[in-house]
């Protein structure tokens, strides 16, 4: 109710700056425990137990600035990020759209972030807490080795992520998804597992939708063979279905309800790929339970999401998780697991 009456505010704001209000906001709020582990929905992926299957994307706090207040709405786990070495300012504003009429959102923002050291603070600051926080890492847009800046930041943000994903999907950076291709794929996760040392912190991959049938078979083949703990699928894509609103010919990765049936259809791809050899992690267009619950069909294990947050207001995650435990009961599952991959 609250954020039906606030939304019209919100929306009169720019998009980045009604962002930038919401997480002060949350910043003044006191930490949160993460929801009781429920038994129908509680998973365990890399060896983590989530007490929820529904977690936040990155993108929402880059910059760990309130990940634990976050729990308190429902989210199983939080990922920040995307982190890189050295702060960046991103792209030039406006980088970011609402598409109201398609319930989707553009962005360019470029990693835009206050780097590893700021971000490392907060964690630190955080520790003791109760609750899965991962850490998302990217490379510097003006970096002269990108794999480098993978290996720095795993060194740097595995002592205090729960787990690490590696993200080479962004359509942000230039360049930045050619690490997808097998030969540069290879290297870039030698030098995070390498990097990674004794830690022993789970490393997950997040791939773009925007992928041919190679790509899928040698990112998948290439994941398992370096035993990679899960593959997130998908980031935001540069393709562009039919869309009403005017912001629809803005250049950046699109997300929300017009990505949902591409995040599906690559889900269902790498979940055929893979045959349920590595856990997939399922994001893009959730925005009800009936949307998680297909991503779960298909064949994740986890979910998140985020932009569907700008039009169904901050308390989705506790909706899907209740929705999600009334359509398993309806079909006679006794846990989440037990519909992994049934569709």
Known sequence: MLFSLARPALFLLDGEDAHRLT???LRLMPASSPPRPDPVLAMRV?????????????GFDKNAEAPHAMFGFGFGFVEIGTVTPLPQAGNPRPRLFRLAEDKAVINRMGFNNDGAEAVV??????????????????????????????AVMTRTMAPLARYLTVNISSPNTPGLRALQDAAALSALLDAVIEARGSHGCPVFLKLAPDLEAADIDDITRIAIDKRLDALIVSNTTISRPALRSRHAGEAGGL???PLRDLAQQRLKDFRQASGGAIPLIGVGGIASAEDAYARIRAGASLVQLYSALVYEGPGLAARINRG???????????????AVGTG
């Open 23 to 25: 997480i002060a906001g």
């Open 255 to 257: 997300s929300g309800a």
């Open 46 to 58: 890399a060896g983590l137990d989530f007490p929820t299957p529904v977690g936040l994307a990155p």
């Open 121 to 150: 603070a907060r964690l630190k600051a955080g520790q003791g807490r109760k609750g899965i926080i991962g850490v998302n890492i990217g490379a510097n847009k003006e970096s002269a080795d990108r794999i480098a800046d993978y």
């Open 324 to 338: 999600l435990k009334a359509l398993l009961q309806r079909d006679g599952f006794a846990s989440l697991a037990e």
